[in-house]
């Protein structure tokens, strides 16, 4: 199938453990999933905890404040839904809490460095769809 | 008890590469397979065992039907991405030295250039299935993309550079246009590699590998079954596969430069019981021309950080230090998976390489990169 030829912009489909994720995003709360038994975080949502391999778990909220350690500048656009975005930049953010995330960056190209201090917001896109974006902190 | 030496690539086989086929993928893989089934003077009756490349669309039991294999004894998928073709040497090796069967058929074609493209294709693989849910809606799901912010991580923090990323893209169009069978045969400056688009930023146009149609094959037979075949038998000294940390997504990755060859190489290199100096040729998966500099420290042929430099020195050219994919490699050749990576290095090590021989090469070494950065390496002489 060649996906160029679906100009829907593609969605999640969340999992039983990415629910909640996806339902904080929507209500503009940043959560992770957290052993219930040994208090990992975790990051993306799976069924088991990798240090002590229980199955419970519950939904940590985040600050949502995290430094940069990469990012990239998409200039082609392999699916047509994004073509009218690019270029668009993407960071790669480590949060303070522990976890990566990788959302778009709301701010200069230029002005991003490694270790860049940055905070999430939330973006409605479309219909029951809230998407994380980074701005500086 | 290892692998070391413990069975041979008996025959290896390429179809046609080329932008359009014309032919399915599965008469692809049947072309090249019997290619290779020749060149080691095998019938395909002889064929015991099949690993057929996960992903691209044949079974075991094409090849049953096709080639009226009446008893397969072996068949297996080895689904690492771009890193399949030696994971599936090493899960041959293991079937053939242990007895299961005696000749095991290794075959890989698509029609990536005229059938859905590779960049396209990766969500509806289950190893995609994290970068599909949380960073395709975000847009970033084309290996470009994904591979992007190592590169990037990279340049930031050892100084690496497009310019040593273009030094990669001529050193490996020049062997394209020695190899006879590559897609590009049209010179490559360095400036025109930096006036190339950007695809995906720090990635341009020339860093990323073709989109290809056709297909290549090789045989692994057990010693004691090749020796008396048309070939001089390649043995193997070294092999392994090695999974990254985080091996679904590379974002998550606490250390985000790191790859599976990290933890692979070592170990195939105490296996073969060669230095790095024994290595006479090269054959290191080239996906991006960033994957390949970020090989060469994994691998040990220079420290973290220092791949760069070590490029930009010439060390890859085929006069070089360590000449490297003198058939093109996937970014001028023909992306075929890696797995006309380990047909060159067969050929290399027959002195069968034509314009691109590198002189008396004895000891060579091949490597795999896929997905979220699986990593494979062989290393291998002639038996
Ligand atoms: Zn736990």
């Not at chain 2, 080329?18 to 090249?32: D, M, N, P, T, W």
């Not at chain 2, 008893?71 to 998928?77: G, I, N, Q, T």
């Not at chain 2, 105490?270 to 996906?287: F, K, L, Q, R, T």
């Not at chain 2, 004895?362 to 002489?381: E, F, H, N, P």
């Amino acid at each position: 199938m060649n996906i160029d030829s679906l100009p829907a912009r593609p969605r999640p489909t969340p999992t039983e453990e990415s629910q909640g994720y996806w339902q904080a995003l929507r209500e503009h709360r940043l959560a992770f999933q957290q052993c219930a038994d040994c208090g990992k975080l975790r990051h993306y949502p799976r069924p088991m905890c990798d240090a002590c391999w229980s199955m419970k778990s519950i939904w940590f909220e985040s600050s949502g404040q995290g430094t940069v350690v990469s990012w990239t500048v998409a200039h082609h656009p392999f699916h047509l839904a994004f073509k009218s975005q690019t270029p668009y930049a993407l960071v790669t953010v480590e949060l303070e809490d522990g976890v990566r995330m990788h959302a778009p960056w709301r701010g200069t190209v230029e002005s991003l460095t490694l270790d860049l201090p940055v905070r999430v917001v939330f973006e409605g896109v479309e219909d029951g769809l809230t998407l994380p974006a980074f701005v500086a902190a | 008890m290892s692998l070391h030496r413990s069975g041979v690539i008996s025959g290896v086989g390429e179809t046609r590469y080329s932008k359009v086929s014309g032919k399915s993928v599965l008469a692809l893989h049947l072309e090249a397979s019997l290619a290779a089934i020749s060149d080691a003077g095998l019938s395909p009756k002889d064929i015991d065992g099949v690993i057929p490349y996960a992903g691209l669309g044949t079974i075991a039991e094409d090849y049953v039907i096709n080639f009226g294999i009446e008893d397969l004894r072996f068949s297996a998928h080895t689904p690492l991405g771009g890193a399949s073709p030696i994971a599936a040497v090493q899960c041959a090796l293991a079937a053939v030295s242990s007895g299961i069967c005696r000749h095991v058929l290794i075959p890989l074609a698509r029609n990536g250039s005229s059938g859905g493209r590779i960049s396209s294709l990766m969500e509806e693989a289950p190893q995609f299935r994290a970068v599909g849910e949380f960073e395709l809606p975000i847009g970033a799901f084309a290996p470009a993309q994904l591979y992007a912010p190592m590169a990037r991580r990279h340049m930031e923090l050892y100084g690496t550079t497009s310019q040593h990323f273009a030094e990669v893209a001529v050193t490996t169009r020049q062997h394209a246009i020695l190899n006879g069978r590559a897609m590009m045969t049209k010179p490559m400056t360095l400036d025109d590699h930096q006036a190339s688009r950007m695809i995906a930023d720090p990635l341009r146009l020339f860093d990323c590998s073709l989109e290809s149609d056709g297909g290549a094959a090789l045989v692994v037979s057990r010693a004691d079954c090749a020796r008396d075949l048309r070939q001089p038998p390649i043995t193997v000294l070294g092999i392994a596969e090695g999974h990254p940390d985080s091996p679904t997504a590379i974002t998550q990755r606490a250390d985000l430069v790191h790859i599976g060859l990290d933890k692979a190489a070592p170990r195939a290199f105490a296996m073969a019981g060669v230095s790095h100096d024994d290595i006479d040729v090269a054959e290191i998966y080239d996906c991006f021309t960033y994957v390949v500099i970020r090989q060469l420290e994994a691998l040990g042929f220079c420290a973290r950080g220092e791949g760069g430099p070590f490029v930009a020195s010439g060390a890859l050219r085929l006069d070089g230090a360590l000449p490297n994919n003198t058939h093109g490699g996937l970014l001028s050749q023909a992306h075929i998976g890696g797995l006309n990576h380990i047909v060159e290095l067969v050929r290399q090590l027959r002195g069968e390489a034509g314009a691109a021989q590198v002189k008396e090469a004895k000891v060579g070494l091949v490597t795999g990169y896929g997905d979220m950065g699986d990593g494979s390496i062989a290393i291998m002489a002639r038996a």
